[in-house]
């Protein structure tokens, strides 16, 4: 914690994060955070939701909004790229608080839209301020998160993007029938611009982030909010050293290249799955004949699974580690989604395999943020967990999209979950392939 002939003065300051236990410093962070990411999934999925009332609204085919679902997605794996990236270099705060102010506007705007193309521009435009959210909360999370408890909590946070989807599914069902599809939208741009203020006045840097920017005088500043007894002429440093290339070229230096590349491909597969149930469900039952509530419902159920999953998931990696838990979740997950392809028109079961369904898949996916965000040192932290979202948005690009060609092509229920069942073995094996090659993530002091 201290270094050698000045041990009162100079602090360690991963180790002294470490050592401490949860204050309200860390728990306002992490609520802020985790708020954050509640609004991310509500606003990431309302498209998905007001889908069923838009086509009936509009009047036109299913296979029109593909499109739309991958213009809104390509946002997403814009916005993770840039803003990942962008973050290593000016800060997570600043980031956070311009992402949050720019998808609050832009799901404004798309409640106005009365065009495909219009609709389409909007949704990408949000979706780019959408995807620099999640790892820079989750980096930020873990940058102040002791040790001993930082996957879990980071995992909590990332559970806000599954809660918000929830909680999307949950309010259209009630706000779509009584005020419209456009209410959705309208709701998912007023909330996060009653959060920024709050986010303005509160929300810290990290620590380790100034640190290794040379800006102690302003990390001091940020911990002792945290800690006000901590010593005024304190020497704080952090045993790491800034990356000497950029981020994004620093994920292939000094043996990261396979971590990295495995962790993508992981991200990938898994998002393709999760971004075709999340878009595609409510529509395809409701072409089963299920009412436009029971609909939305069953979609909450995916979702209602995810939630409970991450939090299941995080308590069992912490005593299992990620291998056991990310194989035995993608396994199901292929045998729920082979299931779901034979399963039409019966409402309980329905309700039962897409909970189960949401559990693995949708729960799995912060477990795999969670290891990505563990796999780097401070200096890369928000450039991997972005990259490794951003690659694999393009899995949740080519999830909807290719559903729509393949709705549109007339593939049956039983051959489009038949495929993704496919790709959630593919995901098993990745998750194989990651621990097998050695695998495994960073361990040090600060995160």
Not at 122 to 138: E, K, S, V
Not at 142 to 154: F, H, I, K, N, T
Not at 229 to 254: G, I, N, Y
Not at 279 to 306: D, E, I, K
Request: with cysteine; glycine share 14%; aromatic share 8%.
């Amino acid at each position: 914690m201290s270094r050698r002939g000045d041990m009162a003065a100079s602090i360690e300051v991963g180790q002294w994060l470490n050592q401490r236990p949860l204050g309200r410093f860390q728990l306002r962070l992490l609520v802020l955070c985790g708020l954050c990411m509640i609004l991310d999934g509500f606003d990431v999925q309302a498209m998905g939701y007001v889908a069923p009332a838009l086509l009936e609204d509009w009047g036109v085919a299913k296979a029109a909004l593909g499109p739309v679902f991958s213009a809104g997605l390509f946002g997403l794996l814009l916005g993770a790229l840039l803003f990942g990236a962008l973050a290593d270099r000016i800060g997570r705060r600043p980031v956070l608080l311009a992402c949050t102010l720019l998808f609050g506007i832009g799901m404004l705007a798309t409640a106005a839209a009365q065009t495909l193309p219009q609709l389409m521009l909007l949704r990408l435009l949000t979706g780019i301020g959408l995807g620099g959210i999640m790892p820079n909360a989750m980096a930020l999370a873990g940058e102040y998160s002791p040790a001993a408890r930082r996957a879990s909590l980071m995992m909590l946070i990332s559970c806000g993007f599954t809660a918000g989807a929830l909680l999307g599914g949950l309010l259209a069902a009630w706000l779509i029938p009584a005020h419209g599809w456009r209410s959705v939208f309208l709701a998912g741009g007023v909330l996060p611009l009653l959060l920024w203020l709050p986010m303005l006045r509160a929300l810290p840097e990290s620590a380790q982030f100034l640190l290794l920017r040379g800006r102690a005088a302003q990390a001091a500043r940020w911990l002792r909010k945290m800690a006000p007894e901590l010593p005024a002429d304190a020497r704080l440093w952090l045993d790491e050293k800034p990356s000497a290339s950029s981020p994004v070229a620093a994920l292939f230096a000094q043996g990261l290249a396979r971590r990295t590349l495995l962790l993508w491909l992981l991200s990938f597969l898994n998002l393709i799955v999760l971004y075709f149930l999340s878009n595609w469900m409510p529509s395809l039952l409701r072409a089963q004949g299920l009412t436009m509530r029971h609909a939305l419902l069953a979609g909450s159920m995916l979702q209602l699974g995810g939630v409970l999953g991450t939090l299941s998931m995080g308590f069992w990696i912490d005593r299992d580690g990620y291998r056991r838990v990310l194989l035995a979740g993608f396994l199901a997950a292929a045998l729920g989604l082979w299931l779901l392809g034979r399963t039409e028109g019966q409402a309980l079961w329905l309700f039962i395999l897409l909970f189960g369904t949401g559990f693995a898949i949708i729960g799995g996916q912060p477990a795999v943020n969670a290891l990505a965000a563990s796999s780097y040192p401070t200096a890369l932290r928000a450039t991997g967990v972005g990259w490794s979202l951003g690659v694999g948005r393009i899995g949740s690009v080519l999830g909807p999209g290719l559903g729509g060609v393949l709705i549109g092509l007339g593939w049956n229920q039983q051959a489009l979950f038949g495929l993704l069942s496919l790709v959630a073995l593919a995901s098993a094996a990745a998750v194989w392939a990651y621990h097998r090659q050695g695998g495994k993530p960073q361990r040090q002091g600060a995160a």
